[in-house]
């Protein structure tokens, strides 16, 4: 056998994460899933990092490489073949992004990418383009912005510049390029514990058998923040010790207060992290029903389920946005996660930054409102309820507890900083509102209210 296995590990790894970019951009699938697909089958654990950093690195900085395509090629990047612009964009990912990659091997492999069947013409753009950003280096990158300059903070960072001004104009400039910098930082794999099998440090304990080194997380203290490693191919994950969780969403489950039930809800479910933490804090003999609409998404929240929290919770495949619940009123506590724009995680999904909408907002709030009605049909007099959303998006957050506080004055806010940890309380803002970001505490980005129903109310 001829050849480097170290080249043809690498080769491989770029094979995938070329295919998985075309998918992503070609018919709307998610990376993270794709990923998770394709890494559960590759043995050795640095091609898997590096399929992983290719991937989500490529996505994170898509405008920049393009305006760097640009500047060297005959056309720009938007008018490229797909295939010739994703090996393109991976190759000057590796150029410009990747310290340990050699500039000829940088070049070769994404020429490679293209297959043995690819044109002449085509190999030797690729292979010409390359060579360019090579020569011209760290040059080709748009300088920092002058203030105010929102088009060029918006290149600078590699986000959509409409998003961009939404960003500067919600917090301001000088705030505005920290939280985009930590969006397009690597997100930290944190584990939550399942507490009915493990504890945190006997879980630390078997990762590290398995060669994961973790630490305690910052907010939550039985979450462990994963230092190195790969926790996925160790026989604590496969025993269903744990499972992958922010500590922003772990947060979430918690304003509830140290019980729940007897009889919960959880209206959003899949894939059911929060699900199976609402179990935790189930008060003897309680049930959570977990709603989902979907039903791919349904069969994964129902095997997580199975495998975390048999007996102490069921799925159920419903509607909730539309009133549509073969449920009947009368539950103690009621989690709505609602599906939303998801800016708030642009670490580890860095595509919904390119295809989110301004007008998608005002869509996705709509629903988020639907869904709190509907919550508050369940609910028995006394009965709370916890609104969550992974967005920075006021129109998705505070704009919808407001607005349905407005509507149902037998809804009153709780502070929720008596359930939280000491170090996490400093994260409510506002009145009464979890609030987190990523450039505070290498959190998600979530927002979260909990509302009690008047012992009185209707």
Known sequence: MSGSPRRTDTTSARSVAFRILLRVESSGAFASILLEQREAHIEDGRDAALLHEIVLGVLRRQRTLDHVLSEVASRPAGEMDPEVRTALRIGAYSLLFLDRVPDFAAVDSAVDLLGPRSSRS????????????????????????????????????????????????????????????????????????????????????RLEQGGVRTEPGKFVPEALRVASGSPARTAAIREDLAWVQDEAAQLVPRIFGSTVGPLVADLCAAPGGKTMQLTERLVNGGLVVAVERHPGRLRRLSANLRRHVAGKAVAVLADAAHNRLPLRPGFDDVLVDAPCSGTGTLRRHPEIRWRLREEDLKLLAARQRQLLESAASLLAPGASVVYSVCSLEPEEGEDVVKGFLAAHPEFRPVDPRPQLPAAARRLVRGPGFLETSPDDGELDGFFAARMVREASGR
């Open 122 to 205: 085509r190999a030797g753009f690729v292979n010409g383009v390359l060579r360019a950003v090579a020569r011209r280096g760290s040059d080709l990158l748009p300088p920092e912005p002058s203030e105010g300059d929102v088009e060029a903070l918006a290149l600078f960072h590699s986000y959509p510049a409409w998003w961009v001004a939404r960003v500067v104009t919600r917090i301001g400039w000088q705030a505005a390029g920290p939280l985009l910098a930590a969006g397009n930082r690597p997100a930290r794999t944190v584990l939550r514990p399942n507490l009915a099998r493990t504890s945190p440090s006997e879980l630390a304990q």
